[in-house]
């Protein structure tokens, strides 16, 4: 069993920035592939960013790549993603997700078995 706690939501103005952290508790938190997903009201819920167990393979979905940077401490059992050069768009409920991994050591989205309980980012224009 994994626990999963998201912190650093908020309002920001477009063009500012925001590091989400999700901080996990419980089972051998390098064990498992995470990610960062983002739903917004009427939406699905979308995968943003995954990383490998050790941090060292990375992928992001188009819309983010350049702005977004997820990463991983083992150490203190927490994953972040940095947010750049936020855009209106991205205003969502973020969500961090742990599970199984697929292609590269990244997460596999049929196979995230805990999520955190979201937190909320919104974006002005």
């Known amino acids: 069993q994994v626990q999963l706690v998201e912190s650093g939501g908020g309002l920001v103005q477009a063009g500012g920035s925001l590091r989400l952290s999700c901080a996990a508790s419980g089972d051998t938190f390098s064990s498992y592939a995470m990610g960062w997903f983002h739903q917004a009201p009427g939406k699905e819920r979308e995968l943003v960013a995954s990383?490998?167990?050790?941090?060292?393979?990375?992928s992001y979905v188009g819309s983010v790549k350049g702005r977004f940077t997820i990463s991983r401490d083992n150490a203190k059992n927490t994953v972040y993603l940095q947010m750049n050069s936020l855009k209106p768009e991205d205003t969502a409920v973020y969500y961090c997700?742990?599970?199984?991994?697929?292609?590269?050591?990244?997460?596999?989205?049929?196979?995230?078995?805990?999520w955190g309980q979201g937190t909320q980012v919104t974006v002005s224009s």
């Open positions: 990383i490998s167990r050790t941090g060292g393979t990375t």
């Open positions: 997700g742990a599970g199984g991994r697929g292609s590269y050591g990244l997460l596999d989205t049929a196979r995230v078995n805990y």
